[in-house]
């Protein structure tokens, strides 16, 4: 069966500190990934989506970066973070566009 | 960018009642999907429904798409602690990658 991992869980930054976030699928090839950013426990905002190696679109524009180096694996980062980035960061993935998504549990980002 | 809108915001209901949350937009969707979330977790997913008017039933809860694919209802009979959560409805935007949520429904049972 296919298993989504994120981490860290939490994480607490100051203010212009670089940022990594990892995220990791297994029991699956070629999937679509996605990075998703959730402010106060409400509604999800798309930030990034790849649908395969090198391939990363972005939704919105924004401090944040992503890479995708291998096949499973999906980084979100930051050269310097803001205040504003602060939030509840969700990586998923889905066998393709318009296919049901699978959240991992979450990375809480605090920035001081 | 194609909106969703729950209601209600926030729910606070006793054990054994029942509850319908609502997912309306003004746009025509290929699908909606029901996603339940619960504090510190990522969403998880609960169903999909395609056909406009058509109901799914998941044990004690019953989802409905509008006949015209642009609204469905998500209905509890006998809610229990254990269904507490945030529920989002989300439905695929015009790229189909982006998949737009609404802001959800907080639904908090008590005993």
């Known amino acids: 069966s296919q298993t989504i991992h994120q981490w860290p869980a939490t994480l607490v930054q100051p203010v212009g500190s670089p940022l990594s976030l990892e995220c990791t699928v297994e029991g699956t090839s070629n999937p679509n990934l996605y990075w998703y950013r959730q402010a106060a426990g409400r509604g999800l905002q798309l930030l990034f989506y790849?649908?395969?190696?090198?391939?990363i679109s972005s939704e919105v524009p924004q401090n944040l970066s992503a890479s995708r180096p291998q096949d499973r694996q999906f980084i979100l980062s930051s050269k310097k973070l803001l205040l504003s980035d602060s939030g509840f960061y969700l990586c998923a993935w889905s066998e393709r566009g318009n296919q049901p998504q699978h959240f991992g549990d979450g990375t809480r980002l605090s920035i001081l | 960018t194609q909106l969703l809108e729950q209601s209600p915001q926030f729910l606070s209901i006793q054990e054994g009642e029942n509850l319908t949350v609502y997912c309306n937009s003004s746009?025509?969707?290929?699908?909606l999907q029901w996603y339940r979330q619960e504090p510190g977790e990522g969403p998880v997913l609960l169903v999909t429904v395609v056909t406009g008017g058509e109901v799914k039933k998941l044990k004690r809860l019953t989802f409905q798409f509008g006949d015209a694919r642009k609204d469905s209802s998500l209905h509890i009979t006998a809610a229990q602690p254990g269904d507490t959560g945030l529920y989002l409805c989300?439905?695929?935007?015009?790229?189909?990658?982006?998949?737009?949520f609404g802001k959800g429904t907080s639904l908090l049972v008590t005993p």
């Open positions: 790849s649908v395969g190696i090198g391939q």
């Open positions: 989300a439905g695929w935007g015009n790229s189909g990658y982006a998949l737009n």
């Open positions: 746009s025509v969707f290929s699908s």
